[in-house]
């Protein structure tokens, strides 16, 4: 079983540069989100889905969108990066049942 | 959810039991304590969860006091691979599509 799985692990992207980070699961879980993590804090949730063509907005969602389109994948895109838009994305998935999120190792994004 | 409060860090010898305090005075009935760590640059892991008993699984025990009022996480025996950052949540169990919302944490380093 992977788990959660995040792509890409690390990521260098210009200032006003667009791109997708992918999260993908295989525990068939109906809940999925996305938080960002900035140096010496917390967990921030971005973006979060509690099933298959449904999203909805996080503490901090803007500058950010998401969608999903299959059960297993989330994605969060970013269409105009920013330097503040610099941290470490983890993504999470659960069941309503479960009681327990699985996170993925995460990704490292820097914009410049 | 309920707030709660968490030492921004402890210490603790390796082999002694590591206790984790957190307080959540407002902590309503149906909420439940929650317990995860985030091991360096890694994604958060779920530890252990309770309503009102105390818990016990193979990584942790959860002591919450008879008002609910604040909770321990004990580690009885911590080793070197339990330094970690501790989150202690407060949340309704079922409600899946209200996210975890994670705090700063106490930083637990254990001393060889």
């Known amino acids: 079983n992977a788990g959660v799985t995040q792509t890409p692990k690390f990521r260098v992207l210009k200032t006003g540069q667009s791109m997708t980070l992918l999260c993908a699961q295989d525990?068939?879980?109906?809940?999925m989100y996305w938080y960002r993590q900035d140096p010496g804090m917390g967990l921030r949730l971005i973006h979060y889905s509690v099933g298959e063509g449904t999203t909805a907005k996080g503490e901090v969602p803007d500058g950010y969108n998401v969608s999903r389109l299959k059960k297993q994948n989330f994605l969060l895109g970013l269409e105009s990066a920013a330097p503040s838009q610099t941290s470490v994305y983890f993504c999470?998935?659960?069941?309503?049942?479960?009681?327990?999120?699985?996170f993925g190792s995460g990704t490292r994004l820097t914009v410049v | 959810d309920a707030k709660t409060t968490q030492p921004t860090s402890m210490d603790c010898a390796e082999g002694r039991a590591a206790n984790l305090p957190c307080n959540h005075s407002?902590?309503?009935?149906?909420?439940?304590v929650y317990w995860y760590r985030q091991i360096h640059s890694q994604g958060p892991q779920y530890i252990i969860h309770?309503?009102?008993n105390n818990e016990t699984n193979e990584m942790a025990s959860l002591i919450i006091t008879e008002d609910r009022k604040s909770s321990t996480l004990i580690l009885p025996h911590a080793t070197l691979r339990d330094t970690a950052v501790y989150y202690c949540?407060?949340?309704?169990?079922?409600?899946?599509?209200?996210?975890?919302?994670f705090g700063k944490g106490t930083r637990l380093s254990v001393i060889a």
């Open positions: 525990m068939n879980h109906e809940y």
């Open positions: 309770g309503l009102k």
């Open positions: 999470a998935s659960s069941n309503p049942a479960n009681y327990g999120y699985t």
């Open positions: 407002t902590i309503s009935g149906n909420e439940y």
């Open positions: 949540i407060v949340r309704v169990a079922s409600s899946g599509n209200t996210p975890l919302v």
